[in-house]
């Protein structure tokens, strides 16, 4: 039985329930899980109060958006529909104001990307022939250690 960390089905519940309320069975595709479980995820996260529940990135930018033009009575009453602290909403804000705030220069070209990856792959398979050698090495050392226990070097033959 496969194992999931609390973020993962925390992510994944946050999928399904309102503001995005994603089809299982897409959500059940594209992460991987079944749908059984994450029926199960789903009823055990709406039987939690709404204030526990995580919410995406996604939602979180649209709660941002569907908010900002409301005056502090209208994003109240939302608030407290949507089952959110307001002080949750204004960190929200700020992260996407922080976000969108990186310099372009900051964030890598795809050709940067591509580059990168290019390098790690030839770091990984480098690094595999070095674990081998490695493993060759240490094998055959041991190899040595046994036949030096067998016939020690001082014994006449």
């Not at 079944?34 to 996604?58: I, N």
């Amino acid at each position: 039985m496969a194992r999931y960390s609390n973020e993962f089905r925390e992510r994944a519940v946050a999928r399904l329930l309102p503001p995005e309320s994603a089809e299982v069975s897409r959500v059940s595709q594209e992460i991987g899980v079944s749908v059984a479980t994450l029926e199960r995820w789903r009823a055990e996260a709406l039987s939690r109060p709404a204030r526990e529940r995580a919410w995406t990135a996604a939602a979180r930018l649209e709660a941002v958006i569907a908010t900002a033009a409301m005056d502090e009575a209208q994003r109240g009453a939302w608030c407290r529909e949507k089952g959110v602290f307001p002080s949750d909403l204004g960190q929200w804000r700020e992260s996407a104001m922080a976000a969108l705030a990186q310099p372009e220069e900051a964030r890598a070209t795809p050709q940067e990307t591509r580059q990168d990856r290019r390098r790690i792959k030839e770091l990984e398979k480098d690094l595999r022939r070095k674990e081998k050698a490695l493993a060759e090495t240490t094998a055959l050392l041991v190899l040595a250690k046994k036949l030096e226990a067998i016939f020690p070097a001082g014994g006449d033959e």
